[in-house]
């Protein structure tokens, strides 16, 4: 009798364990359906536009990235390699500090266009980024600008679109108050940086990089498309708008960015395809967005200011 009332009470107990774990099963079933279906309306719910349920797996696996070190990869090299550059730096004046800055610059540009855990990468970006605003985005006139001389009749519009740049930089570079941009003068000289603006998104290293010509420039930490949903090839800047979550055609989509848009022509069959700002900057870098760009809104709203209309953008894979 002991022994069937033993062997009773070992079934109900194997039963609840049974029936407590089917509950949790068909519970998480639920959250993952919902996280995936969406609204019953169609529209993507908010775990899925602006996380993604797949990118919460994937932010651990990032964090390994961002920590730093990889195989092959060590922080204290490019920490030595940055103590370095300043210790060059430091003191010297005129002809002797540029020439430590363009060495500074092309050793940095050399690391950055590499593949880099994102951890090496931001911490490399802030000292590579003092020198290229003295090289790049400053009045200081070197080997990466020409001068032009502003004709008579010339607007500054006209200057900008002739050598496919922003008004912004045209300020930036010639130390022109915006608000009075318009009163130039003919035989004015101008600084005018060499090549075109370009934008090269490398998916797998969770970077942008903005290019004068096959100058680097800039780089910024990126979030793109969940499950590889932002396409890859070359296409245009096509349109560019402020505050985009204000704007009146603002849709469930755009209610989840912020600052600055940087909208693209169509990639292929793929349109509606950007660069923006998010409310939401602790899902960069991840595969978190619908298959846009997302960047950190202080980076994005620099960004905006260089980029012109028709610049080129490339993503690569």
Same mark, same amino acid.
């Given at each position: 009798?002991?022994?069937?009332?033993?062997?009773?009470? @070992?079934?109900?107990?194997?039963?609840?364990?049974?029936?407590? #774990?089917?509950?949790?099963?068909? #519970?998480?079933?639920?959250? #993952?359906?919902?996280?995936?279906?969406?609204?019953? @309306?169609?529209?993507?719910?908010?775990?899925?536009?602006?996380?993604?349920?797949?990118?919460?797996? =994937? =932010?651990?696996?990032? =964090?390994?990235?961002?920590?730093?070190?990889?195989?092959?990869?060590?922080?204290? =090299?490019?920490?030595?390699?940055?103590?370095?550059?300043?210790?060059?730096?430091?003191?010297?004046?005129?002809?002797?500090?540029?020439?430590?800055?363009?060495?500074?610059?092309?050793?940095?540009?050399? +690391?950055?266009?590499?593949?880099?855990? &994102?951890?090496?990468?931001?911490?490399?970006?802030?000292?590579?980024?003092?020198? &290229?605003?003295?090289?790049?985005?400053?009045?200081?006139?070197?080997?990466?600008?020409?001068?032009?001389?502003?004709?008579?009749?010339?607007?500054? $519009?006209?200057?900008?679109?002739?050598?496919? *740049? &922003?008004?912004?930089?045209?300020?930036?570079?010639?130390?022109?108050?915006?608000?009075? /941009?318009?009163?130039?003068?003919?035989?004015?000289?101008?600084?005018? *940086?060499?090549?075109?603006?370009?934008?090269?998104? @490398?998916?797998?290293?969770?970077?942008?990089?903005?290019?004068?010509?096959?100058?680097?420039?800039?780089?910024?930490?990126?979030?793109?498309? /969940?499950?590889?949903? &932002?396409?890859?090839?070359?296409?245009?800047?096509?349109?560019?708008?402020?505050?985009?979550?204000?704007?009146?055609?603002?849709?469930?989509?755009?209610?989840?960015?912020?600052?600055?848009?940087?909208?693209?022509?169509?990639?292929?069959? /793929?349109? $509606?395809?950007?660069?923006?700002?998010?409310?939401?900057?602790?899902?960069?870098? $991840?595969?978190?967005?619908?298959?846009?760009? /997302?960047?950190?809104?202080?980076?994005?709203? +620099?960004?905006?200011?260089? *980029?012109?209309?028709?610049?080129?953008?490339?993503?690569? #894979?």
């Amino acid at each position: 009798m002991a022994s069937n009332r033993k062997s009773r009470r @070992d079934g109900r107990s194997k039963a609840g364990i049974m029936i407590v #774990a089917g509950v949790a099963a068909i #519970a998480v079933a639920g959250v #993952a359906v919902y996280i995936f279906s969406g609204d019953d @309306d169609g529209t993507p719910t908010e775990a899925e536009r602006l996380i993604g349920a797949d990118a919460v797996l =994937q =932010q651990a696996a990032l =964090q390994s990235a961002k920590s730093g070190d990889s195989p092959g990869v060590s922080i204290a =090299q490019y920490e030595s390699m940055g103590s370095d550059i300043r210790k060059t730096l430091s003191g010297k004046q005129g002809q002797e500090r540029y020439g430590a800055l363009v060495g500074g610059y092309r050793r940095m540009a050399a +690391e950055l266009e590499k593949p880099l855990p &994102t951890g090496v990468r931001e911490k490399l970006l802030p000292l590579f980024h003092e020198l &290229t605003g003295e090289l790049f985005f400053s009045n200081i006139r070197n080997e990466f600008s020409i001068e032009y001389v502003v004709k008579p009749g010339d607007s500054i $519009g006209e200057i900008a679109k002739r050598f496919k *740049v &922003t008004e912004e930089l045209l300020c930036d570079w010639n130390n022109l108050d915006w608000n009075q /941009r318009h009163k130039i003068r003919a035989n004015q000289s101008f600084k005018i *940086v060499k090549g075109e603006p370009r934008l090269v998104v @490398d998916k797998s290293d969770f970077c942008l990089s903005f290019y004068f010509g096959d100058n680097l420039a800039r780089q910024f930490i990126v979030a793109h498309g /969940r499950g590889n949903n &932002t396409p890859e090839g070359v296409s245009k800047v096509n349109g560019k708008t402020v505050d985009p979550d204000k704007a009146p055609y603002a849709g469930a989509q755009q209610q989840e960015m912020a600052e600055r848009w940087i909208g693209f022509a169509a990639f292929g069959s /793929r349109t $509606g395809i950007g660069i923006h700002g998010t409310k939401y900057e602790e899902s960069i870098p $991840g595969e978190t967005s619908l298959g846009c760009i /997302r960047m950190f809104n202080r980076d994005v709203v +620099e960004l905006y200011r260089w *980029v012109p209309h028709g610049a080129v953008i490339e993503i690569k #894979a």
